[in-house]
């Protein structure tokens, strides 16, 4: 995940304002190092002649994506445009998961808004090579028609809506709203994601 800000131009890279030089990028940290494996990952030799699509970044499974996120932390209608041209060296490369007319075609690299990403912006692109962080507890609750395309990735606060801290049983209560919340995603083909849960103590992380 990559946290960004706007400032003066330059997408910089950090988890807060005081966290920010202009020596930490989006490009430099992100964008160039991605660019470098996927070079080294598709070499131009004989092995790779007849290949129909590039391999990807993981070595034992050359078809499987990596998901990028990108946390906009300044005002997303100003960022996104920034954040749209930085991709251009993956999308060059046709490494970027694409949707044209509603129709998902994978690539490489699937990229996902997130924080102050704007749905309105992201929902304007067409075709469209960065997609939206969904509200995984609003997906069944929703004026907007979720689906893949449009947001391939839906996502909730653990604690603020499951609450289950690993350690004591959890409750049925709790369960039913995990479950619902998954299945409600996976029927709209879109993947569930919970941050924000329990690290510490590693029993309480491996049971959640």
Same mark, same amino acid.
């Given at each position: ?64 994506? #990596?998901?990028?996120? *990108? ?7 100003? +960022? ?5 041209? &930085? @991709? %251009? !060296? ?13 129709? #998902?075609?994978?690539? *490489? ?7 102050? +990403? ?5 929902? &304007? @692109? %067409? !075709? ?5 962080d969904a509200p995984l507890n609003e997906l069944a609750n929703s004026s907007t028609m979720w689906n893949a395309s449009l947001a391939p990735l839906a996502s909730v606060d653990y604690e603020a809506v499951v609450g289950w801290n690993g350690i004591q049983n959890i409750t049925e209560e ?35």
């Amino acid at each position: 995940e990559a946290d960004v800000w706007i400032v003066d131009g330059q997408l910089l890279i950090g988890h807060e304002p005081a966290a920010l030089t202009t020596d930490r990028t989006f490009d430099s940290l992100y964008i160039q190092p991605l660019v470098n494996i996927l070079a080294m990952q598709n070499p131009s030799d004989e092995f790779t002649v007849n290949a129909t699509s590039p391999n990807g970044v993981f070595d034992t499974s050359s078809g499987t994506p #990596l998901q990028l996120l *990108v946390d906009m932390k300044t005002d997303g209608t100003e +960022t996104l445009p920034f954040v749209l041209k &930085a @991709l %251009e !060296p993956l999308r060059k490369a046709n490494y970027l998961t694409t949707a044209v007319q509603g129709n #998902l075609i994978m690539g *490489v690299f699937t990229v996902v808004g997130t924080g102050n +990403t704007p749905l309105e912006g992201i929902q &304007a @692109l %067409e !075709p469209r090579d960065i997609f939206f962080d969904a509200p995984l507890n609003e997906l069944a609750n929703s004026s907007t028609m979720w689906n893949a395309s449009l947001a391939p990735l839906a996502s909730v606060d653990y604690e603020a809506v499951v609450g289950w801290n690993g350690i004591q049983n959890i409750t049925e209560e709790q369960r039913s709203t995990i479950t619902s919340l998954v299945q409600t995603a996976h029927s709209l083909g879109i993947k569930a994601r919970f941050w924000d849960t329990p690290a510490w103590p590693i029993q309480a992380r491996n049971n959640v």
